[in-house]
């Protein structure tokens, strides 16, 4: 069985098991997570998220939207954006 068949074969519970493990450092069972148990669940939870869950809600997910879109608007309001300059930086010679 190749990597992408295991994958395939994860149920949401089983992801959600791994996820917990790799949070808490402890299986359900209370045993502790090892370093490479630790790197394989990531592996294979970042994968199953990326074909079973839309973006905004993968592990890792940073929304740089609302960021932009808050940019933008105070821009677009005529709100000035201040520019921080260590002395001697900004000085003209």
Request: charged fraction near 30%.
């Amino acid at each position: 069985m190749d990597y992408q068949s295991l994958i395939d074969q994860l149920s949401p519970d089983i992801v959600a098991r791994l996820r917990k493990g790799i949070e808490t450092g402890r299986w359900p069972d209370g045993q502790p997570v090892t370093p490479e148990q630790r790197e394989h669940s990531l592996r294979a939870v970042i994968a199953w998220e990326q074909q079973h869950l839309p973006e905004q809600e993968r592990v890792g997910y940073i929304d740089k939207g609302r960021k932009a879109d808050a940019a933008a608007r105070s821009q677009a309001q005529g709100e000035e954006q201040l520019r921080w300059v260590s002395q001697g930086e900004g000085d003209e010679q």
